[in-house]
């Protein structure tokens, strides 16, 4: 059993359009996140939600709204794609909201022409 | 601004002979440092951990070691296998449970055989 899936793998889309990268996990956690790794390898977080509300917000553009229906869901949903927006986008979950280890998903790669 | 930092973007050892692999931070606030491996297409996953309490937590082949006073710790891997071979994270988080990690670049390690 996937303990953190995401949905699609691989996505490639055109600029100005939107699309949404869908994250579940099956681990019980109460924290979920999201991460951004760029074209230098540099894997940094973008939002972090407890229970379904907010807790780490980075300076991401407005343009990326993330949605949790559940605790056991996190879905990014990204507005007006950029050229710069291509990058491999990682799910993680942990169940101690800080401190203990975080499990991800196998990520998403995202491929804006 | 990079918090933490892999000096190394990558690393060879033969089989059998120790790996060492080593990681800086800057802010003195981080309280909890974290190992994660990661192979091709497939997320990070987590190898091991230490609390700025202590200088030294080991897990079979596995042992990280922090030196506070010199913001810098490292993670031995004895005896190295081809299987370790991957790209290695170390990541940062603190002060307290804020869920927020800092990764620096990774290290890909290459084990020969």
């Known amino acids: 059993d996937t303990a953190v899936s995401q949905t699609p793998k691989y996505l490639v889309t055109q600029m100005g359009n939107d699309k949404s990268i869908k994250c579940e996990q099956n681990l019980g956690h109460d924290t979920m996140y999201w991460y951004k790794q760029d074209s230098k390898k540099f894997l940094k977080i973008m939002f972090s939600y407890n229970n379904k509300e907010l807790i780490i917000n980075e300076t991401v553009p407005n343009r990326f709204s993330p949605k949790s229906p559940d605790k056991a869901h996190l879905n990014l949903h990204i507005n007006s794609l950029e050229l710069g927006d291509s990058a491999v986008y990682f799910c993680a979950s942990s169940g101690e909201g800080g401190a203990g280890e975080q499990f991800f998903g196998p990520g998403t790669r995202l491929t804006v022409l | 601004d990079q918090q933490v930092k892999q000096n190394s973007p990558s690393l060879s050892v033969q089989e059998g002979r120790i790996s060492i692999l080593n990681c800086d931070y800057t802010n003195s606030m981080f309280d909890y440092f974290l190992w994660y491996k990661k192979y091709p297409a497939e997320g990070p996953t987590f190898l091991i951990s230490i609390s700025s309490i202590k200088d030294k937590n080991e897990d079979g082949r596995f042992t990280v070691f922090l030196n506070k006073s010199a913001k810098h710790l490292s993670l031995h891997i004895v005896p190295s296998q081809p299987g370790d071979s991957a790209v290695y994270f170390c990541?940062?988080?603190?002060?307290?449970?804020?869920?927020?990690?800092?990764f620096g670049q990774g290290t890909t390690l290459q084990v020969k055989p």
């Open positions: 990541a940062a988080s603190g002060p307290g449970n804020t869920g927020k990690l800092i």
